[in-house]
């Protein structure tokens, strides 16, 4: 266990951190002067989990939130694990071998976006009592208006925001990673993670289709948790 | 903009003569507190009464309170009106606007949970208005912390704002040559790739080279190293430090006993 967390730090992961954790902060600024209804705060995050593996990613992530929340807005402070597990699932995504192609890594953000609204449900619950300070806590008070019990309310409005944000998210450090030299691919201790399989000309096509489908499922979730 | 993310004020006062250590256990100690001890009025005594005079304490009460108006409060007021309009506890109502309504359960939980955030980013804010970076950092590193972890967070806070400069050059340069970051939805979102694009491959092209310059320094050497600077740790500290733990334990005790 210990060493398989060690493998995850080599000098060039140290440094990538850093870096990692300022690509989010800055990211996730740019999105809002954009006035995107995303958030895209985790990319940074997303790339060291893949290069680097699980752990350093969680790393990477808890520390973006205590930092952000330390320095620019407290509200992001509380939400560390849910960072810190975003991080972690990516790098066991990336670990199954789903950073390889579009479809594949559509299918990672999703598994991270739900796990992003399950780590984030009991934090909301307990710390604010449902409604949070973000703009998705508008989605919360109207479920909870209509009814719903309010774990059902927040985690439903975590299940309908986390996943366009998150599959955007690995598609752009996707996009990233096919950008960088292999060289400097190569001096991370995950290089084989994001080889890229056989290019087939449909790829994109396979994504999107992909991409609709988990959408279905995940409207197919959510009638079944709001009780029809 | 600053060369590097730091809150702190040099003055010479006895919260700065503190050892860092010292100063994030009472950080943590009023948080729990605020969080954990069972009386309702616990979080506003801390936060009204307590926290300004520890800033008076520590000689930075003007900037304290320049942070709190400019960002605590709007934090804590926003959190405060959307819990008390949207939390649905209670039944006796004090206050209604076309659908929107307060009852007297709302604004209690909203005001104690908005008073309670208040006390964990004011005692942060004191902390780090009394302590520099590196000296929490090489205390830390000194008690066993790797360097490792010292270097990430240090090295972030530089980092950080260098980026953000990045960030808006880019985004000044990019609008220059006709990039649209205003206007419809598509065109937002298009202007996201030549915004992001040339920050990160740029600030990515640096690790290789920055890696191996700090390797060169030592960085991975097993060795104990030495340091420049001496962090005092007397035997005040050690006292104030049982005596924080103990508050620690008697409020979950508390909590636990009560509930």
């Given at each position: 266990m210990f060493n398989k967390i060690k493998g995850n730090f080599n000098t060039q992961t140290w440094v990538l951190i850093p870096i990692a954790i300022a690509i989010n902060i800055a990211v996730g600024q740019i999105v809002v002067l954009l006035k995107l209804p995303v958030y895209l705060d985790s990319i940074g995050t997303v790339l060291v989990a893949v290069l680097c593996?699980?752990?350093?990613?969680?790393?990477?992530?808890?520390?973006?939130?205590?930092?952000?929340?330390?320095?620019?807005?407290?509200?992001?402070?509380?939400?560390?694990?849910?960072?810190?597990?975003?991080?972690?699932?990516?790098?066991?995504?990336?670990?199954?071998?789903?950073?390889?192609?579009?479809?594949?890594?559509a299918v990672t953000g999703f598994v991270v976006a739900l796990t992003a609204a399950v780590v984030s449900t009991p934090i909301a619950v307990y710390i604010?009592?449902?409604?949070?300070?973000?703009?998705?806590?508008?989605?919360?008070?109207?479920?909870l208006q209509t009814g719903q019990g309010i774990w059902q309310a927040v985690f439903s409005t975590g299940f309908l925001v986390e996943p366009v944000d998150k599959i955007t998210t690995a598609m752009i450090a996707f996009a990233i990673i096919l950008g960088l030299p292999k060289r400097t691919v190569g001096g991370y201790p995950k290089p084989e993670q994001v080889e890229v399989e056989g290019g087939s000309k449909n790829e994109l096509y396979i994504a999107l289709g992909v991409v609709v489908l988990l959408i279905l499922i995940a409207a197919f979730v959510l009638r079944g948790i709001l009780g029809g | 903009m600053p060369e590097r993310l730091s809150f702190h004020i040099k003055r010479d006062s006895a919260l700065h003569h503190l050892n860092p250590l010292t100063k994030l256990l009472l950080v943590l100690t009023l948080i729990l507190t605020a969080f954990l001890a069972p009386f309702y009025w616990t979080p506003h005594i801390l936060a009204v009464l307590f926290i300004p005079l520890l800033s008076m304490l520590g000689k930075v009460g003007r900037e304290y309170f320049s942070t709190a108006i400019r960002l605590i409060l709007p934090a804590a007021t926003f959190l405060f009106a959307m819990q008390a309009f949207f939390q649905p506890v209670g039944e006796e109502i004090i206050f209604e606007f076309y659908f929107l309504d307060i009852t007297r359960e709302s604004f209690l939980f909203a005001f104690s949970n908005a008073m309670r955030i208040v006390v964990m980013v004011s005692a942060f804010t004191i902390f780090l208005l009394t302590t520099h970076p590196s000296e929490l950092m090489s205390d830390l590193t000194r008690r066993g912390l790797p360097g490792q972890f010292a270097y990430v967070i240090i090295s972030t806070l530089q980092i950080l704002p260098q980026m953000q400069a990045k960030a808006q050059t880019i985004i000044s340069a990019q609008r220059s040559r006709g990039l649209e970051t205003e206007g419809g939805f598509f065109k937002r979102a298009g202007a996201l790739v030549p915004l992001i694009g040339p920050l990160v491959f740029g600030s990515l092209v640096?690790?290789?080279?920055?890696?191996?310059?700090?390797?060169?320094?030592?960085?991975?050497?097993?060795?104990?190293?030495?340091?420049?600077?001496?962090?005092?740790?007397?035997?005040?500290?050690?006292?104030?430090?049982?005596?924080?733990t103990a508050l620690i334990l008697a409020s979950i005790g508390l909590r636990i006993w009560l509930s």
């Open positions: 593996g699980p752990w350093a990613g969680a790393l990477t992530g808890a520390l973006t939130n205590i930092i952000w929340g330390l320095a620019i807005d407290p509200n992001a402070l509380p939400w560390w694990p849910v960072a810190f597990f975003i991080g972690y699932m990516a790098g066991r995504m990336a670990q199954w071998g789903f950073f390889k192609s579009w479809w594949k890594v604010y009592g449902g409604i949070t300070a973000s703009g998705s806590s508008f989605i919360t008070a109207y479920l | 640096e690790v290789e080279e920055r890696a191996i310059a700090i390797e060169a320094r030592g960085f991975t050497s097993k060795h104990v190293k030495t340091s420049l600077h001496e962090i005092p740790d007397t035997s005040t500290d050690k006292l104030l430090r049982w005596f924080l």
